[in-house]
């Protein structure tokens, strides 16, 4: 039913009822307080960084994709190392692919966009921080003037099937496509056979936010520059796979060849695990998973 067929049946939005003000005036709760989870330890995560030792680096391809594995307790960083350029980021239980990153929860409990100290989490039943952002070169950005900041949990990844939705065309080198061909290179399956696997990422490096009329998905140029990286620990068992995003900078375009594209550069690190001896790795939900159903007759 459109707008104006609405106003014809009185139905109209737009007409305030006599209480609006009151009812704008309720004043707003945080759903999910995350400040009553324990959280991760500093000042161990900066100690055992101090050790760290490269053991394993490669390069990620512009418009496209590549899987890595890190063992739990062991560090991995996502590097710039040619220009701006964003990075669309999964990850899964490295022995379990159901077990894998849930950015909706993830953004639930810390923010459009994550930090040092945040955790990226799995998906139920599992719910587990899967890694911890132990040091981000990019932390000084904060929020801009137009409420942008950096490595959002907003957005979903650039896909072929809504790039032909809008544009008409069919485009192979959205992130979508790129983390399923690295996924099924790893699988040694057919990218189609796999690709539900692929989920919702997280925007490493990329400038994003809400237009404050519209309140809708914004990007802008990343700040990113050759050097920056952002740093996670691994809490589990990990496979990850990162695709470097056609939308290079993603300052004006995605889902095409348009843009300038850089490759990227995942390193991955030992520390000195002695440094990690007190740390409390997760488990699964603890949670029964009856859902009320001992409860029914």
């Not at 737009?14 to 324990?38: F, L």
């Not at 990075?87 to 040092?116: C, M, P, Q, Y």
Request: net charge negative; glycine share 8%; with cysteine.
């Amino acid at each position: 039913m459109d707008c104006s067929h609405r106003d014809q049946l009185g139905m109209s939005p737009k007409i305030a009822p006599a209480d609006a003000a009151s009812r704008r005036a309720a004043k707003p709760t945080i759903v999910y307080p995350a400040g009553t989870m324990p959280g991760p330890d500093l000042a161990a995560l900066e100690q055992a960084r101090r050790t760290m030792v490269k053991t394993h680096e490669l390069t990620v391809p512009p418009r496209d994709a590549r899987t890595f594995r890190v063992a739990r307790g062991q560090f991995f960083r996502i590097v710039s190392i040619e220009g701006p350029q964003v990075g669309d980021l999964n990850l899964w239980n490295a022995e379990d692919l159901s077990e894998r990153f849930f950015s909706g929860k993830t953004r639930a409990l810390h923010g459009t966009h994550v930090g040092i100290g945040d955790r990226l989490w799995s998906n139920m039943p599992y719910l587990r921080p899967m890694a911890t952002i132990s040091h981000d070169t990019l932390g000084w950005y904060g929020f801009d003037e137009d409420g942008a900041g950096i490595h959002d949990v907003i957005g979903t990844r650039c896909d072929p099937y809504t790039n032909l939705l809008l544009n008409g065309t069919a485009y192979d080198f959205c992130c979508h496509s790129n983390l399923s061909r690295a996924l099924a290179a790893e699988l040694e399956m057919e990218p189609r056979a796999i690709e539900h696997h692929i989920h919702d990422v997280l925007n490493v490096f990329m400038c994003t936010g809400f237009t404050k009329d519209t309140h809708q998905y914004f990007m802008k140029a990343s700040p990113v520059r050759p050097g920056d990286f952002i740093e996670f620990l691994a809490e589990i068992d990990l496979l990850g796979a990162l695709s470097a995003c056609p939308g290079g900078d993603c300052s004006a375009t995605h889902s095409s060849d348009a843009a300038a594209c850089q490759a990227l550069k995942i390193e991955i690190f030992e520390p000195d695990r002695a440094t990690l001896k007190h740390w409390s790795w997760p488990s699964p939900s603890a949670y029964h998973r009856r859902h009320g159903g001992h409860a029914q007759s």
